[in-house]
């Protein structure tokens, strides 16, 4: 199997249960009948949601997040990819969203065209 696949199929399962909420969190799995306590077993958020899995303050959590996001900016970063916009898209998820980013002032017209062309040679 092709190695860029085995990174597809686990992504489109977490995205699927995190965007429909059937994601495993407390107030899941209390409604479950899995659990009877619907807090977030790292920071002791009561009633955690699917919402509060990308947010969670927890230190540990958010080093997992760090990681991830790390093994994220280093795929983009091989070929295939701007350079520019793998940073712009790293720390636009770094801010979780809440920080705006000129792409077209950072990126411009020749960094787009020059992605649209290193895509469709990818093909």
Known sequence: MNSNLN???PFQTWLARQTSTFCATGLNMVRWF???MSECPNCGAPDERASHLLHCPDPGRFRL???????????MRKPH??????DILEQY???????TLPV???????G??????????AD
């Open 34 to 36: 899995i659990s009877d």
């Open 65 to 75: 997040f760090q990681d991830r996001l790390q093994e994220l900016g280093n795929w």
């Open 112 to 121: 787009a065209d020059r992605q649209d062309l290193e895509g469709m040679q």
């Open 7 to 9: 990174h597809i199929q």
């Open 104 to 110: 077209s002032a950072t990126l411009g017209q020749p």
């Open 81 to 86: 990819t701007d350079p520019i916009l793998a």
């Open 93 to 99: 998820i770094l801010h979780h969203g809440k920080k």
